[in-house]
């Protein structure tokens, strides 16, 4: 009998689910969505907050690490990984990257290959391991052209000798970006 009333009425609720549907298809794009590796939902990064300090997202010290990977009944896999800014010496010039310090089971438990050379393995951890790295995808074009030769090339990082040993397949980074 109102039609004014009627086409408000519809037009209310048209506007609502419309808006529903579009925070909620941003939601789940940006925060639901698994990662893109293998396993990407199962993925996790730990980090602890110190009540002293009362400081959030601080990583584990490695007696920790050691703890937690010896004693987790719930993980399939533990892997390290803390990102610092260093210097890279060897091209043409000095360049400064952000590194990523991971343990030789990092890729594996990322679900992730080289597209380029070999990932880390258990031999490439601990003091007495021979330095090496990995570029990402995106730093390998960019810094390097995709110059398939820096494979085995050897690089001078904040005082130490690395050498190149593979490029990374394209990923998002998680849980840090990084070039190295």
Wanted: hydrophobic residues 45%.
């Amino acid at each position: 009998k109102a039609p004014g009333f009627t086409i408000l009425v519809v037009l209310t609720l048209a506007l609502g689910i419309g808006a529903n549907t579009a925070l909620f298809s941003v939601f789940r794009g940006v925060l639901l969505r698994p990662l893109p590796h293998e396993n990407g939902g199962q993925l996790m990064y730990l980090t602890q907050k110190t009540t002293a300090s009362g400081v959030n997202a601080v990583s584990f010290s490695v007696p920790e690490i050691i703890d937690l990977r010896r004693d987790s009944k719930l993980l399939n896999g533990f892997a390290e990984f803390s990102a610092m800014p260093m210097t890279m010496l060897g091209g043409k010039s000095p360049v400064q990257v952000q590194a990523g310090i991971v343990s030789g089971n990092y890729f594996d438990v990322m679900g992730l290959s080289p597209v380029l050379g070999r990932a880390f393995a258990a031999r490439d951890d601990g003091a007495a391991a021979d330095p090496v790295m990995m570029l990402t995808y995106e730093y390998w074009q960019n810094a390097f052209g995709a110059d398939r030769g820096v494979l085995g090339k050897m690089f001078h990082m904040n005082g130490r000798s690395v050498t190149v040993v593979g490029v990374l397949e394209p990923a998002p980074p998680f849980p840090g970006a990084t070039d190295v």
